[in-house]
């Protein structure tokens, strides 16, 4: 089982719909990462998250630590949403990411 | 603030070869950690770097190595490379103190014929 576990690994929206991303994890963290990959590689860190909600534009994350989960909403879609999008733990007492499998969004017009 | 920046961002190499891959981290950060990311396997932690110390490795074999300088720049070495290496080569830094998001570079996209 992997420690952490993303769902669903593909998902594909209309343009406005609302999007949840779910992640679980087994493991001690100090910090849940989302991230975003857009084609070509780059990676960018959405959030870092220790407790609670995190709000950035169309963007939330929330995570819950007793439940060991956490959510990525995005609020009215669009196609340039399209990506995949990561879900990552900072093991306690390291720098050392351990990451999901990834969900790959596609938002059409 | 300069993002961090890998270098060189494409690169092909042949079996057997090595190859040496540099990654700049954000001025003022002191912790580099280097990720493989492969279709098959996703994204796997290789290493990560703390004021010139290695803190964390993970399973990949000893043909893997880095190290970083005194001005926190890190470098990840290859040696013999496979077929199996082929990959996009991501680094990551962040401030430990207090412990920040991680930041990653572009990548460095080898590929070994």
């Known amino acids: 089982k992997n420690e952490v576990e993303q769902s669903p690994q593909n998902l594909t929206a209309q343009e406005g719909e609302f999007i949840t991303i779910n992640c679980s994890y087994s493991?001690?963290?100090?910090?849940l990462h989302w991230l975003q990959q857009h084609p070509g590689g780059g990676i960018v860190s959405l959030f870092m998250?220790?407790?609670g909600k995190k709000k950035h534009g169309r963007l939330i994350a929330t995570i819950n630590i007793q439940e060991k989960h956490s959510s990525l909403h995005i609020t009215a879609s669009h196609p340039r949403d399209s990506a995949v999008y990561i879900c990552?733990?900072?093991?306690?007492?390291?720098?050392?990411?351990?990451f999901g499998t990834g969900t790959r969004l596609q938002v059409f017009p | 603030k300069a993002g961090v920046t890998q270098t060189p961002r494409y690169l092909i190499k042949t079996r057997g070869q090595q190859v040496t891959l540099s990654c700049s981290p954000i001025?003022?950060?002191?912790?580099v950690s280097w990720y493989q990311q492969t279709p098959g396997q996703g994204l796997q932690f290789l290493f990560e770097?703390?004021?010139?110390?290695?803190?964390n490795k993970g399973n990949f074999p000893g043909r893997f190595s880095g190290r970083q300088f005194s001005n926190s720049r890190s470098e990840m070495n290859v040696s013999t490379l496979e077929l199996g290496d082929s990959a996009l080569y991501l680094c990551?830094?962040?401030?430990?103190?207090?412990?920040?998001?991680?930041?990653f570079g572009q990548g460095t996209r080898l590929t070994v014929v």
């Open positions: 990551a830094s962040s401030s430990s103190v207090p412990r920040t998001e991680a930041f």
């Open positions: 493991v001690g963290i100090s910090a």
């Open positions: 998250l220790s407790s």
């Open positions: 990552a733990v900072t093991l306690s007492n390291t720098d050392k990411l351990i």
């Open positions: 001025s003022g950060h002191r912790s």
């Open positions: 770097y703390f004021s010139e110390t290695q803190r």
